[in-house]
């Protein structure tokens, strides 16, 4: 890899993190600035997270609002060919990205074993690392709710109405952090190159 | 025989030591370096050689720094 095209990964790495750190503050400037004037002003609504058992969601005051979703169990009795096709396919898609994570994670603490982990391959390995965690991941947890919303849908009658897809962004964030950790190690492989002509 | 690097430079340590009637290893004993690094020296593969290596080598060899590198393009 040329020097060029190393700094140019480092410097986009960089300046991703600065956004997301520069939005986070902002975020947290206002929650605290919304908390100020509520106090000062007051009127301001304020919600307390608490658990209840299910029993008294029906005899709740009328000051207290109650879940917007409720986790439930499905349960298909006697399923299709094609029902367990669906289950066994969205659980595979969740053990394979898993497995390729764990692969290279595995080579890579060989390397550490071995007591050389600041090499080429190990750059590779923590950006594919990455790169499964920030398109991987979300892609399979998509593809699971589908799954289990379809699977919901043929086993039940009545209307009942599942959530929506969401978006699952605790992935693509940890993917971030090991870019970042990647461009750390080839920095790492260049400075141990230099090291080992040295003389 | 002089070793080519790829930044250009030269080293002419095989040249000073036969001038001197030195080997290799007699030279590695003097100026407490290995004989694996002054390979890596000798054939060119080094990528950098500190200051202190370079001013051991020519109190050995009794020669300057543009006696052992040289720059060719």
């Known amino acids: 890899m040329t020097e060029t095209s190393t700094s140019r990964a480092t410097l986009f790495m960089t300046n991703a993190a600065t956004l997301l750190l520069v939005a986070g503050i902002a975020f947290g400037v206002f929650i605290l600035g919304s908390a100020l004037d509520g106090a000062i002003r007051g009127g301001h609504e304020l919600a307390v997270h608490q658990e209840v058992s299910a029993d008294e969601v029906t005899s709740l005051p009328s000051t207290v609002d109650r879940p917007r979703t409720v986790p439930v169990t499905v349960h298909i009795e006697d399923a299709r060919p094609n029902q367990v096709l669906v289950a066994f396919g969205r659980d595979l898609v969740a053990v394979t990205l898993v497995v390729a994570i764990l692969w290279q994670l595995r080579l890579l603490l060989r390397s550490v074993r071995d007591g050389d982990p600041f090499t080429g391959a190990n750059v590779r390995r923590l950006r594919a690392i990455g790169l499964l965690l920030v398109l991987g991941a979300p892609v399979a947890a998509l593809v699971m709710q589908a799954c289990d919303q379809w699977l919901a849908s043929t086993a039940t009658t009545g209307g009942l109405g599942f959530v929506k897809l969401s978006f699952p962004s605790g992935g693509p964030v940890a993917g971030l952090g090991v870019f970042v950790l990647a461009e750390v190690f080839a920095h790492g492989a260049r400075l141990r190159a230099d090291v080992e002509g040295t003389v | ?73």
Do not use: W
Request: hydrophobic fraction near 40%; include cysteine; glycine fraction near 4%.
């Open chain 2, 1 to 73: 025989m002089a070793s080519h690097s790829e930044s250009g430079i030269t080293v002419h340590l095989d040249e000073l030591l036969e001038q001197r009637r030195m080997t290799l290893t007699e030279l590695a004993d003097q100026v407490d370096i290995t004989v694996v690094n002054l390979s890596v020296l000798k054939n060119g593969r080094a990528r950098a050689v500190r200051f202190s290596t370079l001013a051991a080598l020519c109190q050995a060899l009794a020669c300057h720094p543009g006696d052992l590198l040289t720059y060719e393009t």
